[in-house]
């Protein structure tokens, strides 16, 4: 049983006629977003280099780029629009629990990292 392929992306507002034509619009959708990347990087504007929330904004502009293209990739090339509500969330609700959970024992390692070399030996009773 054979299934066309869907052509369009960001939900309908890109259509396409072909496969070919699509590819070009995806390698160019993701050509775009990575020379934001590169042009931030090179530059640094200054006025990204702001705190916020503990990080420059600069950084979380990047980690935000990143997560959009990886999204797109899984959307678009791993075929998750095609799949059930329930498979896509059961996909994405593990990765944000592990990534939380990463986040929390590196917080957690790393303040006791930080303690012993500030402080000295340091015993922790869990």
Do not use: C
Not at 54 to 76: C, P, Q, S
Not at 114 to 120: E, I, K, L, Q, T
């Amino acid at each position: 049983m054979a299934h066309e392929h869907k052509l369009e992306i960001f939900r309908g507002l890109w259509k396409f006629k072909s496969n070919k034509q699509k590819i070009w619009g995806v390698l160019a959708f993701l050509s775009f977003v990575t020379a934001i990347e590169v042009v931030l990087g090179i530059y640094k504007p200054e006025g990204l280099m702001a705190k916020f929330l503990g990080m420059k904004l600069l950084n979380w502009i990047f980690i935000i780029l990143t997560i959009v293209k990886a999204y797109y990739i899984a959307w678009d090339f791993m075929h998750m629009r095609d799949e059930t509500k329930g498979l896509r969330r059961a996909v994405v609700w593990t990765g944000v629990f592990l990534i939380i959970y990463l986040s929390f024992i590196l917080l957690q390692e790393g303040g006791y990292v930080f303690n012993v070399y500030d402080n000295g030996y340091i015993k922790r009773d869990f």
